[in-house]
């Protein structure tokens, strides 16, 4: 586990049991609590400490099972419905409510089956503790400028928001330094897939609450039980979504693997392309929509190849002209196939121009520096290193990552962008490699374009220019 991580986890667990023990023996002195806590949690009326403390158990039990099966984000993130009966409990019972169900509340079904670390329990625990002992502190803050219902409404949204969003941040900064992994991107990435959803649970809170009150003695706790359908049925819309898009992501990588596996020197070759893709695009800091369309489009750049034949795209040997007119017209053919499908919208840029070279001597449209998309310049980088560093037809050795390494630096401002080569050598699959630096041409200026080597065909890839040149420059591209 990281240093950073570890004294993360140490902080927020220290912060949490001092906010939880400092809000107790405060809420005790209070006139009017029970417990340190308000008696409109308790089970009946009249309140008394063992009603109250019922209260407290009963809203403990609801957290439970909402708690017991969280959904697992793409990024790492977990899901909980268990919002809701905490932001209900400080509804009813204040700070010292909201804690401690939210200390209890949350032990999860995997911590009593022993499969979460014992760092992992007390992370758990304190990262919905501390959000809710803030949430519920802005709820009363709130709810203290009128007795009006409607105010206690506007207390219960804040305290809910304020408990929420500090969850999401807890819980992303620790994937961020678990991972290693953008601290926005966590953040946006899974955000964005339920942060309707559980918002949606604030006012569900504040109905929960409500009806607790509103109903005597025992009939509201069984009255209370009946929000068990709306908060499985919000946990259960979160795991459907993660299924689809997984199942969307596998359906594009098992399309990605049947054509790869055409050739069997290149299987696997679009998943490690988009494994290379997506460090590069961290490094970038590209945002959660393009790291998804690195993920997508790396996976399907040379779908294309489907409608290559055999006698080409297997050819050891050099392609002749119009073999090569073939082989280049891929990335079109790819676009055309993916189309199609409007989910892939943002993915036809890097399918299409993935060989477009940055001084625009490349294919399909000849485009030139920036005019060339920017997740198609990164995946371009990402192709090649892929390409040279495997076995392929018309070459059977292949090359070294320092070797590689050094072939994208030789053709950075020819064929790739030199800021995207500059970004790849910070990821891990060049860790520790030796790194010959930019080109003079580059180096402590600005970065320009550079012109093509001579004897570079039109149709060439630098594959070709490999053979070409006399500097014996090697394959620094895919067909």
């Known amino acids: 586990m990281p240093k950073a991580l570890k004294l993360y986890i140490a902080g927020l667990v220290t912060l949490s049991a001092v906010a939880l023990i400092g809000t107790s023996l405060l809420y005790a002195q209070q006139p009017g609590t029970?417990?340190?806590?308000?008696?409109?949690?308790?089970?009946?009326?009249?309140?008394?400490?063992?009603?109250?403390?019922?209260?407290?158990?009963?809203?403990?039990?609801?957290?439970?099972?909402?708690?017991?099966?969280?959904?697992?984000?793409?990024?790492?993130?977990?899901?909980?419905?268990?919002?809701?009966?905490?932001?209900?409990?400080?509804?009813?019972?204040?700070?010292?409510?909201?804690?401690?169900?939210?200390?209890?509340?949350?032990?999860?079904?995997r911590e009593l089956r022993g499969r979460v670390p014992w760092y992992g329990t007390l992370f758990n625990h304190a990262g919905m503790l501390a959000p809710a002992l803030a949430g519920a502190f802005a709820l009363e803050a709130v709810r203290s400028i009128s007795p009006d219902p409607a105010i206690a409404f506007v207390a219960t949204i804040v305290g809910a928001t304020i408990c929420i969003s500090l969850n999401v941040v807890i819980t992303a900064a620790s994937v961020s330094l678990r991972d290693g992994l953008d601290f926005r991107l966590v953040l946006i990435g899974d955000a964005r897939g339920y942060t309707v959803s559980l918002f949606a649970l604030a006012p569900l809170a504040w109905l929960m609450a409500e009806l607790y009150q509103l109903l005597p003695g025992g009939t509201r706790v069984w009255a209370t039980l009946l929000f068990a359908l709306p908060l499985y049925t919000t946990r259960d819309a979160q795991r459907r979504f993660v299924e689809m898009r997984e199942m969307f992501t596998q359906t594009?990588?098992?399309?990605?693997?049947?054509?790869?596996?055409?050739?069997?020197?290149?299987?696997?070759?679009?998943?490690?392309?988009?494994?290379?893709?997506?460090?590069?695009?961290?490094?970038?800091?590209?945002?959660?929509?393009?790291?998804e369309a690195l993920e997508w489009g790396g996976l399907l750049h040379d779908v294309g190849k489907i409608g290559v034949p055999d006698h080409v795209l297997l050819k050891a040997d050099r392609l002749t002209k119009d073999e090569r007119t073939i082989m280049n017209s891929h990335p079109v053919l790819g676009a055309q196939i993916i189309s199609p499908v409007t989910k892939l919208a943002p993915e036809l840029p890097i399918i299409r121009h993935h060989h477009e070279w940055y001084n625009g001597s490349g294919y399909p449209d000849r485009l030139i520096g920036e005019e060339i998309p920017k997740l198609a310049r990164i995946l371009h980088v990402a192709d090649a290193f892929e390409a040279m560093t495997a076995k392929r037809p018309y070459r059977m050795t292949p090359l070294t990552a320092e070797q590689a390494l050094g072939e994208l630096r030789k053709f950075a401002g020819?064929?790739?962008?030199?800021?995207?080569?500059?970004?790849?050598?910070?990821?891990?699959?060049?860790?520790?490699?030796?790194?010959?630096?930019?080109?003079?041409?580059?180096?402590?200026?600005?970065?320009?374009?550079?012109?093509?080597?001579?004897?570079?065909?039109?149709?060439?890839?630098?594959?070709?220019?490999?053979?070409?040149?006399?500097?014996g420059a090697r394959a620094a591209d895919s067909r």
């Open 414 to 471: 020819i064929q790739f962008d030199p800021e995207v080569v500059d970004a790849f050598v910070k990821t891990k699959w060049v860790e520790n490699v030796r790194d010959p630096g930019r080109s003079e041409l580059d180096a402590g200026g600005p970065i320009r374009l550079r012109p093509l080597p001579p004897l570079i065909g039109e149709h060439g890839s630098a594959a070709t220019a490999s053979a070409a040149t006399a500097s």
């Open 34 to 109: 029970i417990l340190g806590m308000w008696p409109a949690i308790s089970v009946s009326e009249p309140a008394t400490p063992v009603s109250t403390a019922a209260g407290l158990v009963f809203w403990t039990l609801v957290t439970l099972l909402a708690s017991a099966y969280p959904v697992r984000m793409p990024r790492g993130t977990l899901v909980y419905v268990s919002t809701a009966p905490i932001v209900a409990a400080a509804v009813l019972g204040g700070p010292v409510a909201a804690g401690w169900v939210a200390l209890i509340g949350t032990i999860e079904v």
């Open 252 to 291: 594009i990588g098992a399309l990605a693997e049947a054509v790869d596996k055409r050739d069997p020197t290149t299987s696997m070759h679009s998943r490690r392309v988009m494994m290379i893709a997506s460090d590069i695009g961290q490094v970038l800091h590209c945002n959660e929509a393009e790291m």
